[in-house]
């Protein structure tokens, strides 16, 4: 009889579920949320200065390939700036909002959609921004008299250099996120 109160109590010290840390998930969640705000105004504030720097580098009605370049760095622009909104949520201000289940599954899509921004998007203005920058400097390196076959190999170097640029900072960012994200995801999936 003993032995059966003994199985049984060790039996419920095994089953003691870890307490919940909400103020910390409250704290973690507010932090990406201003993090994001900076984000978005930094990419506010960037997308006019890179057009009018371009436009001023660049004769922009002289030659359609800078006017291509810029519309194509514009649109990878506007791309990021658009998923960076869609990523957008609300400050929690206690952690009431989250007993509601509607609120949980909207914050954990957008969540998602932050790690989304930086795995897909990322990518998509990697491609505008590689693709305008060469085609800008399609008639720039005609000016310096260069051979097609001198002209394509900087082409190359220079797509090559701007690919691993971009593939080390996005590769950066994801590892941020799988450290700083992921976890509140998980966590708040646990939660539904």
């Known amino acids: 009889m003993e032995k059966d109160i003994t199985n049984w109590q060790n039996l419920w010290k095994v089953e003691k579920s870890t307490p919940l840390d909400i103020?910390?998930?409250v704290e973690n969640l507010n932090k990406i949320?201003?993090?994001?705000n900076l984000e978005r105004i930094i990419i506010l504030?960037?997308?006019?200065i890179t057009i009018v720097f371009l436009a001023i580098l660049l004769p922009l009605f002289s030659n359609t390939n800078y006017l291509i370049s810029i519309a194509l760095i514009s649109i990878g622009m506007l791309i990021i700036l658009i998923q960076s909104y869609r990523s957008k949520y609300n400050f929690i201000i206690n952690d009431a909002e989250l007993n509601n289940q509607t609120y949980i599954k909207n914050l954990i899509h957008k969540l998602?959609?932050?790690?989304?921004?930086?795995?897909r998007y990322m990518w998509i203005y990697a491609f505008f921004l590689i693709l305008?920058?060469?085609?800008?400097?399609?008639?720039?390196?005609?000016?310096?008299?260069?051979?097609?076959?001198v002209r394509i190999i900087i082409h190359i170097i220079f797509t090559g250099v701007m690919f691993y640029l971009m593939f080390y900072f996005i590769e950066k960012?994801?590892?941020?996120?799988?450290k700083e994200i992921l976890p509140l995801v998980d966590f708040l999936e646990n939660l539904n």
């Open 23 to 25: 103020i910390k998930l």
């Open 132 to 149: 305008g920058l060469n085609i800008g400097y399609i008639d720039i390196l005609q000016n310096f008299n260069a051979t097609l076959i």
């Open 173 to 178: 960012r994801k590892k941020e996120n799988n």
């Open 45 to 48: 504030i960037t997308i006019p």
């Open 33 to 36: 949320k201003k993090k994001g």
């Open 112 to 119: 998602k959609q932050r790690m989304l921004t930086t795995s």
